[in-house]
């Protein structure tokens, strides 16, 4: 008899029709339970807000990193015409901008946004809208459309409780039937061949499916990504665009390339089965560390890296919890499979021992899968749940009750069997006994109940996320000069420590001026830093934009902006801003104390399922006095180096850094603004007499790495040949030179 004819025999199919059912429901209903899509988080100008001038640029922040190729933005006017176009800015992936057009008449605008989310590729559409000069009836924008793709909701599905399955049968052979059945006797696998053939037929169908799922999670996505249909997803190949160039593509890859190895070593176990039967088992048993990899491919894309909590841990989490629902409802089903055919042949008292041989094991493991279950998914709401109302108040809440609700009866399903399994224990629960005594048919309901509550999971992760209550920022920054004939507006962009966009804005005569070059300069004076000349990208209208993230703390900042006209005059504008971290992007958020608990409650909960096992380690220890005394001594001076060490190393990192750039020990206090360059370089031309020749270009040359209070003493005390400048001069009047001396710098 060949391999399929072992495999799908019609004796088999008889007997596995009923829970062959119930899997089938769980695989297409079951979607693992996981946060809806990212949100926003900063609007520049807010939803609805009201301008009495057009902004230079629209800006947007997202909780989670966007797809560039993907995500777009789009500003009409209240006619319907489009008047800019924008995408995802290089300098920050989550944050999607667009540049206005100077001259923007009043009245109302719509900004229209697709969004498509780089963790876990989810695309969704909505727009706001703002005004100029005063707001216009009958205009709004449209929330985002979150309701999941019921192509995605299938395939999401099947991948996931098809990953669930294979992780549980490898689990339920390695650390249950073959503690509980396995014989020497049994070469191939340790188990009887029927046992056996029902393993391999049930890792076989699951593989299949993942397969399966995979193709269509990458066609769907594709469709998705590109808005298109499947036809020309396939003939103009876009789903090898999404493999290949997005991060969904990325993990899609590793975790086929996983199933690829799983399926590699299946294949081997049953090509080796008779030649080399001693294989089988270190095959099948490696495959369940390869499918816990691939259940970590789902939680390295799940929302949990973007959390705004820990991330890390967030993702840890995330892939511990589907390590336990894997052995506890893959377990479930992939007992509820086996079962009937390895019990088949046996009868009476055999049947009965051979059935609480596996049971007891699995019970205890089940129930610390249970344990790890409800402690990781307590911290993960915690992720998500910000205020009481966010439980009774919100769809996402009431989606996580109704699910709660499936798992309490599941849990007590799951409770007759632990009550059944202890007959002596639980005498006064003799009917429960009675009636759970064959175990079969109340593994298949459990099964059933297993896929509704796989069923509720999947609504929960079609309803969007409670968004945080955020704090009201304060506008960016935004001052104008006038500085000749030239009109210079600056706007910083969102103004807080961090990566920040200088929009520069430059006017002539009320006409916007196109052809300058443009440079601009972050100082800390407090500091005696500055940063780089950042070169300012010239765009329409008189736009010139620049990104950094020079601004690195709160305090006084200045920004010098310098404008080389056609004609080759420069003139210069200064700004100084009081930046707080008020006006920051939210990036992250501290635990709380809930947080901390419920974190505290996966510690606890995963050591109570290791105590077993480290306690047998620990009885095997020396635990003679020298031994004990050797390991104390080794762990104190392992501890008592590190601390050390890491202070050492803090210490000269510290001690680096105030070298090469300590404390000065006076502070630049004036602005270098036209008016300050003006008063020093007539002081300097009055007073720095003999300041020429080789010891000035020398000093030139170093400007960029001297520092303003070296200036300050330069021209008091004089330097390295150059004389001290013979003027009387107040401190305010030496900044002036100071500033005066930075614009022979050679750019």
Same mark, same amino acid.
């Given at each position: 008899?060949?391999? %399929?004819s ?8 008889l ?26 988080i ?12 057009? #902004?230079?640029?629209?800006?947007? @922040? ?14 009409r006017?209240?006619t ?40 876990? !590729? ?6 706001? $809208?703002?005004?100029? %000069? ?18 995605e909701v299938? =395939? ?42 029902? /393993?391999n037929?049930?890792?076989?169908i699951g ?14 996505? &594709?469709?998705?990504f590109?808005? *298109?249909d499947?036809?020309? $997803?396939i ?8 493999? +290949?160039?997005?991060?969904?593509g990325? /993990? @899609? ?9 799983v399926?590699?070593m299946?294949g081997?176990?049953?090509?080796f089965r008779e ?13 369940? =560390? ?5 259940i970590?491919?789902f939680s390295?894309?799940?929302? !949990? &890296?973007?959390?705004?909590m ?23 089903? &992939? ?13 009476g ?38 205020t009481?109302?966010?439980?009774t ?5 009431g ?8 798992v ?16 002596e224990?639980?005498?006064q629960?003799?009917v ?12 298949r309901l ?8 796989l069923?509720?999971?999947? @609504?929960?992760?079609a309803?969007?996320?409670?968004? #945080? ?9 935004n &001052?104008?000069?006038q500085?000749?004939?030239?009109? /210079? ?14 929009? *520069?804005?430059? *006017?002539?005569?009320?006409?916007p ?5 443009v ?9 005696? =830093?500055?940063g ?12 010139? $934009? ?14 010098l ?19 707080t ?11 709380t ?7 505290? %409650? ?14 047998? +380690?620990?009885?095997?220890?020396d ?9 104390v001594?080794? +762990?104190?001076? *392992? ?5 050390? !060490? ?33 008063? %020093? ?7 720095c007499? !003999? ?21 300050f003493y330069?021209?008091?005390?004089? @330097? ?16 002036? +030179?100071?500033?005066a001396?930075?614009?022979?710098e050679?750019?």
């Open positions: 008899m060949n391999m %399929g072992q495999l799908l025999s019609i004796e088999q199919r007997v596995l029709r009923p829970s062959l059912l119930i899997t089938l429901l769980m695989l297409v209903l079951g979607v693992r339970p996981a946060a809806a899509h990212g949100f926003l900063r609007a520049i100008p807010d939803d609805r807000a009201v301008l009495e001038r057009a #902004p230079v640029r629209l800006q947007y @922040w997202f909780s989670e990193g966007l797809e560039p190729a993907f995500s777009s933005i789009t500003v006017d209240q319907g015409t489009i008047i800019a176009e924008g995408g995802v800015t290089p300098e920050n992936t989550s944050l999607l901008a667009a540049r206005l057009p100077r001259g923007l008449r009043d009245g109302a605008y719509i900004v229209d946004m697709r969004i498509a989310f780089a963790s876990d !590729g989810h695309v969704i559409a909505q727009s706001s $809208v703002f005004f100029i %000069g005063q707001a216009v009836g009958g205009v709004a924008g449209s929330a985002a459309n979150t309701q999941a793709d019921p192509l299938i =395939w999401r599905g099947l991948a996931l409780s098809s990953t669930m399955l294979l992780f549980g049968m490898f689990a339920v052979y390695s650390g249950i039937l073959l503690p509980a059945w396995g014989n020497p006797a049994f070469r191939a696998g340790g188990l009887p061949p029927r046992v056996m053939h029902r /393993i037929w049930v890792i076989a593989l299949v499916i993942a397969f399966a799922a995979g193709v269509m999670a990458l066609l769907q996505q &594709a469709m998705t590109f808005n *298109t499947l036809s020309a $997803v003939s103009q190949q876009l789903w090898s665009v999404t493999r +290949v160039g997005t991060r969904f990325e /993990i @899609w890859s590793g975790r086929m390339l996983l199933l690829g190895a399926a590699v299946f081997l176990s049953l090509y030649e080399q039967p001693e294989n089988v088992r270190p095959f099948l048993s490696a495959n369940l =560390w390869a499918m816990a990899l691939v970590g491919s390295i894309g799940s929302h !949990g &890296a973007g959390s705004l820990l991330p890390w841990v967030a993702v840890f989490n995330d892939w511990l919890h589907g390590l336990a629902v894997g052995f506890w409802a893959g377990g479930v089903a &992939a007992l509820a499979l086996m079962l009937p055919s390895a019990l088949a042949p046996l009868e008292d055999a049947r009965r021992l051979a059935l609480l041989a596996v049971m007891r094991r699995f019970s205890r493991w089940a129930v610390a899968a249970l344990v790890i279950v409800i402690s990781s998914g307590i911290y993960s709401a915690t992720n998500w749940f910000y009481p109302a966010d439980v108040q919100t769809p996402f809440g989606a996580l009750l109704f699910k709660l609700i499936l309490a009866v599941l849990v007590a399903v799951g409770a007759t069997h632990h009550i059944a399994l202890r007959p224990r639980y005498q629960f003799e429960i006994i009675r009636r759970v005594n064959n175990f079969v048919p109340t593994l459990e099964m059933l109940i297993v896929a509704f509550v069923v509720s999971a999947g @609504w929960l992760s309803t969007p996320i409670p968004v #945080p209550p955020l704090a009201n920022a304060v506008p960016p920054p &001052a104008s000069q500085v000749g004939d030239l009109n /210079i507006i600056l706007t910083i962009t969102p103004g807080g420590p961090g990566v920040n966009t200088y929009d *520069t804005l430059i *006017t002539k005569d009320g006409h001026m196109d052809e300058a070059a440079r601009l300069q972050l100082v800390h004076p407090e500091r005696d =830093w500055r780089k000349w950042e070169i300012a990208e010239g765009a329409e209208s008189g736009l010139y $934009v620049a990104a950094g993230a020079e601004i690195d703390r709160e305090g006084l900042w200045w920004s902006v310098d404008v080389t006209l056609p004609d080759g005059t420069t003139q210069r504008a200064a700004f100084d801003w009081n930046i971290n008020a006006a920051s992007v939210l990036q992250s958020r501290p635990p104390i809930v947080n901390v608990l419920a974190l505290f %409650g996966v510690m606890v909960a995963v050591g109570w399922v290791l105590y077993p096992a480290a306690y047998r +380690v620990y009885q095997r220890l635990l003679s006095p020298a031994a004990v005394t050797v390991a001594g080794a +762990v104190v001076a *392992t501890v008592f180096v590190t601390v050390l !060490g890491n202070a050492f190393i803090q210490n000269l990192s510290a001690e680096y850094q105030a070298t090469l750039n300590p404390p000065p020990q006076v502070v630049n206090t004036v602005l270098p603004n036209a008016e300050s360059l003006l008063r %020093g370089q007539s002081l300097y031309a009055a007073d007499v !003999g300041w020429e020749g080789r010891s000035l270009a020398e000093l030139i040359a170093r400007l960029p790495r001297t520092r303003d209070d070296q200036l330069a021209t008091r005390d004089g @330097w390295n040949g150059l004389p001290a400048c013979n003027g009387n001069w107040t401190d305010s009047q030496r900044w002036d +030179v100071v500033n001396l930075r614009t022979l050679v750019p």
